[in-house]
């Protein structure tokens, strides 16, 4: 460890770690062992993102679908405004919990991959266990699709044009394949593109946040705005009808924190950011303020204008009547909902160019077949591998679910499973303080937030044993089968890892280990290699 304890003083605040060199083309040989991990790594692609290209990376991650289409949902889980706006606030706490926690993982280990270079670091034993675990749900759970979906149901609103599934499905799977043939051919265009989307979908959150700061102030002489806006009279009985189960609850809950989710973005690719450590300890904290003040004006603005009852019936269309009311039919049907459409197509851009780059960190490790096809940045200078990775699933999960329940249910399984790998990561740090003091942390978590991370983590999976009245929460069908997914998921990578990493090599006499390599494109690699046995 001397030798890292040596590099860590220098490189992770200076300007050597902004150099677009990576380290092995200076003679030095490459080296994939985990230690590495707390050495900062520059990316074949080179150091792209700057500040703004970071926080945009971050906020427009987090200010996606969520802010325009989960509230109506939430509301009506909850049946209650003062319930629902209480799951706000506590939701921005379980948010900056868990910033926290990845703001220490991330600069203690600045390197790409986010949390599977976490969990694999924390928890070297069993071998490839924790690898294995990461490499599954992001390939089956790193899809992109609720951002697709919302994209496709405002662009037809906007035109007037009926919803079917056939044209909402048509439109989300073009955006879908724009993107990654953007990403996948034209690196610095598609940062520029995603940095211009990003500084729209913050103007636009902010201009919805003051109009309803305006209607409420000057509510008579609100006619001078336009004739269509009123004041919810229900912020008189702010607790009425308030749904208390906590199985229902949860799913609530699983919504507020897809809203936030995203803090940790710039962790996926510290490879490609200057100053990887200085910029992440600033970046997340301001994206964190940035999105709990516009999501509480947001939300105000939409409980004042838009009326109880039909807040509930919205749906996912909740920000298409905020607008359709306060600004008539024209500006309001048309012009602003094409302006979330564009807003949620922007936070697909950064969702997909984060996750590939997490996709080709777990090819350059060996658990995915191609592996050596999937790890290279041939012939563009960019992730395809990666990017075609996540396409596919995305492909699916939009094309093969029939409308409905189809979005919530997408949230709430994407939110489930990554419960246990929070709870993993947040019993991880309070391991490493203990046990790797040598290490260097730039940043550390404030103590009662680890510890309050780990009971809602524990709190949200203990949620569908708690079953609602009617046995249904924010779908048709049974309230639980998120759960049943999500715990399938996790299953079936556990017997994997059993039967391929222990099973197979018992039963034929081999032991597996890993070999690095080097691509013809300067990539390095891990190849798992089957040595028999003595």
Same mark, same amino acid.
């Given at each position: 460890?001397?030798?890292?304890?040596?590099?860590?003083?220098?490189?992770?605040?200076?300007?050597?770690?902004?150099?677009?060199?990576?380290?092995?083309?200076?003679?030095?040989?490459?080296?994939?062992?985990?230690?590495?991990?707390?050495?900062?790594?520059?990316?074949?692609?080179?150091?792209?993102?700057?500040?703004?290209? @970071?926080?945009?990376?971050?906020?427009?991650?987090?200010?996606?679908?969520?802010?325009?289409?989960?509230?109506?949902?939430?509301?009506?889980?909850?049946?209650?405004? !003062?319930?629902?706006?209480?799951? %706000? #606030?506590?939701?921005?706490? #379980?948010?900056?919990?868990?910033?926290?926690?990845?703001?220490?993982?991330?600069?203690?280990?600045?390197?790409?991959?986010?949390?599977?270079?976490?969990?694999?670091?924390?928890?070297?034993?069993?071998?490839?266990?924790?690898?294995?675990?990461?490499?599954?749900?992001?390939?089956?759970?790193?899809? /992109?699709?609720?951002?697709?979906?919302?994209?496709?149901?405002?662009?037809?609103?906007?035109?007037?044009?009926?919803?079917?599934?056939?044209?909402?499905?048509?439109? &989300?799977?073009?955006?879908?394949?724009?993107?990654?043939?953007?990403?996948?051919? =034209?690196?610095?265009?598609?940062?520029?593109?995603?940095? =211009?989307?990003?500084?729209?979908?913050?103007?636009?959150?902010?201009?919805?946040?003051?109009?309803?700061?305006?209607?409420?102030? =000057?509510?008579?002489?609100?006619?001078?705005?336009?004739?269509?806006?009123?004041?919810?009279?229900?912020?008189?009985?702010?607790?009425?009808?308030?749904? %208390?189960?906590?199985?229902?609850?949860?799913?609530?809950? =699983?919504?507020?924190? +897809?809203?936030?989710?995203?803090?940790?973005?710039?962790?996926?690719?510290?490879?490609?950011?200057?100053?990887?450590?200085?910029?992440?300890?600033?970046?997340?904290?301001? &994206?964190?303020? /940035?999105?709990?003040?516009?999501?509480?004006?947001?939300?105000?603005?939409?409980?004042?204008?838009?009326?109880?009852?039909?807040?509930?019936?919205?749906?996912?269309?909740?920000?298409?009547?905020?607008?359709?009311?306060?600004?008539?039919?024209?500006?309001?049907?048309?012009?602003?909902?094409?302006?979330?459409?564009?807003?949620?197509?922007?936070?697909?851009?950064?969702?997909?160019?984060?996750?590939?780059?997490?996709?080709?960190?777990? &090819?350059?490790? !060996?658990?995915?077949?191609?592996?050596?096809?999937?790890?290279?940045?041939?012939?563009?200078?960019?992730?395809?591998?990666?990017?075609?990775?996540? +396409?596919?699933?995305?492909?699916?999960?939009? @094309?093969?679910?029939?409308?409905?329940?189809?979005?919530?249910?997408?949230?709430?399984?994407?939110?489930?499973?990554?419960?246990?790998? @929070?709870?993993?990561?947040?019993?991880?740090?309070?391991?490493?303080?203990?046990?790797?003091?040598?290490?260097?942390?730039?940043?550390?978590?404030?103590?009662?937030?680890? %510890?309050?991370?780990?009971?809602?983590?524990? &709190?949200?999976?203990?949620?569908?044993?708690?079953?609602?009245?009617?046995?249904?929460?924010?779908?048709?069908?049974?309230?639980?089968?998120?759960?049943?997914?999500?715990?399938?998921?996790?299953?079936? @990578? #556990?017997? +994997?890892?059993?039967?391929?990493?222990?099973?197979?090599?018992?039963?034929?006499?081999?032991? #597996?280990?890993?070999?690095?390599?080097?691509?013809?494109?300067?990539?390095?690699?891990?190849?798992?290699?089957?040595?028999?046995?003595?």
């Amino acid at each position: 460890m001397a030798s890292a304890d040596s590099n860590e003083r220098e490189p992770l605040l200076s300007s050597t770690a902004s150099s677009s060199t990576p380290e092995f083309q200076q003679g030095t040989k490459p080296s994939r062992h985990v230690e590495d991990s707390t050495i900062p790594e520059t990316a074949i692609l080179g150091r792209n993102l700057s500040w703004s290209s @970071a926080y945009i990376l971050v906020i427009s991650r987090v200010i996606g679908s969520g802010i325009f289409a989960t509230p109506g949902s939430i509301v009506k889980t909850t049946g209650s405004i !003062g319930l629902a706006m209480l799951l %706000w #606030i506590g939701g921005s706490f #379980i948010a900056w919990c868990g910033m926290v926690v990845s703001l220490e993982y991330g600069c203690m280990l600045p390197r790409s991959g986010g949390d599977k270079v976490y969990l694999e670091f924390t928890y070297q034993y069993p071998k490839f266990f924790a690898s294995t675990l990461v490499a599954v749900q992001a390939v089956l759970l790193g899809f /992109t699709a609720s951002n697709c979906i919302i994209f496709g149901e405002y662009v037809l609103f906007a035109f007037g044009i009926e919803v079917t599934e056939w044209s909402q499905k048509t439109l &989300a799977v073009g955006l879908l394949t724009w993107i990654t043939v953007v990403h996948g051919c =034209f690196l610095k265009m598609g940062i520029r593109i995603q940095d =211009f989307l990003g500084w729209i979908k913050v103007g636009l959150v902010l201009f919805m946040a003051l109009t309803g700061v305006f209607v409420v102030l =000057f509510h008579k002489d609100a006619s001078q705005l336009t004739a269509h806006a009123t004041r919810n009279d229900a912020w008189d009985a702010l607790w009425k009808d308030s749904n %208390w189960g906590w199985g229902t609850l949860s799913t609530a809950i =699983f919504k507020v924190s +897809y809203c936030y989710a995203g803090l940790q973005n710039v962790n996926n690719v510290l490879n490609e950011v200057k100053n990887p450590v200085r910029t992440l300890k600033t970046v997340a904290p301001a &994206a964190f303020v /940035t999105a709990l003040l516009l999501y509480l004006l947001v939300n105000f603005a939409y409980l004042s204008v838009v009326p109880l009852a039909e807040v509930k019936e919205s749906g996912e269309m909740i920000a298409a009547l905020f607008f359709e009311r306060v600004f008539g039919e024209h500006l309001g049907r048309t012009v602003l909902p094409l302006a979330i459409a564009l807003s949620a197509a922007g936070n697909v851009m950064v969702v997909t160019f984060t996750l590939a780059r997490v996709n080709q960190e777990i &090819a350059r490790q !060996g658990f995915l077949p191609y592996s050596k096809l999937l790890s290279s940045s041939k012939p563009f200078g960019a992730p395809m591998g990666g990017l075609i990775v996540h +396409y596919i699933p995305s492909l699916l999960v939009i @094309a093969i679910p029939p409308r409905g329940d189809v979005y919530n249910f997408i949230l709430d399984v994407e939110g489930y499973p990554g419960q246990f790998f @929070a709870l993993a990561l947040a019993l991880g740090l309070l391991w490493l303080r203990r046990k790797r003091r040598d290490l260097k942390r730039p940043f550390k978590a404030w103590l009662p937030a680890v %510890w309050i991370r780990i009971a809602l983590c524990l &709190a949200l999976i203990s949620a569908p044993f708690f079953p609602p009245k009617d046995g249904k929460a924010d779908v048709g069908f049974f309230y639980a089968t998120y759960a049943i997914v999500g715990i399938s998921i996790i299953l079936f @990578a #556990i017997l +994997y890892w059993y039967i391929y990493f222990i099973v197979v090599p018992k039963w034929k006499n081999y032991r #597996i280990e890993e070999v690095t390599e080097v691509l013809d494109d300067g990539t390095s690699i891990t190849r798992l290699v089957n040595i028999k046995n003595d």
